[in-house]
Nanobody, 117 residues
Framework: QVQLVESGGGLVQPGVSMRLACAVS????????MGWYRQAPGKQREMVAL???????TYADSVKGRFTVATTYDKATVYLQMDNVTADDTAVYYC???????????WGQGTQVTVGS
């Protein structure tokens, strides 16, 4: 059973830093990609940051330079370091995992990030 559990969300003030974590449990052979999506109220879910094949990373333009995605060597944990957060970062953040052998996609339950005074 593959399961993703996010942590680290909460209410923070603009300009601060925070780090989200996603713990992955279960058995699979290969991690194709993993990272973070987010969904703000009234908006579609959007990709925030992913670690893809070859451990390459990709970021949404809105977070590039502020957010950093990283995994542990065993891919059991993926982090999202969020620096200089703004109100526009307010959303539910979802951990995402795409596996191979077997091929599947998994989502965490989401963690709320609220940026406001």
């Amino acid at each position: 059973q593959v399961q993703l559990v996010e942590s680290g969300g909460g209410l923070v003030q603009p300009g601060v830093s925070m780090r989200l974590a996603c713990a992955v449990s279960g058995r699979y052979v290969y991690t194709d990609s993993m990272g973070w999506y987010r969904q703000a109220p009234g908006k579609q879910r959007e990709m925030v940051a992913l670690v893809t094949s070859g451990d390459r990373t990709t970021y949404a333009d809105s977070v590039k330079g502020r957010f950093t995605v990283a995994t542990t060597y065993d891919k059991a944990t993926v982090y999202l370091q969020m620096d200089n957060v703004t109100a526009d970062d307010t959303a539910v953040y979802y951990c995402y995992l795409r596996t191979q052998r077997p091929v599947n996609e998994y989502w965490g339950q989401g963690t709320q990030v609220t940026v406001g005074s």
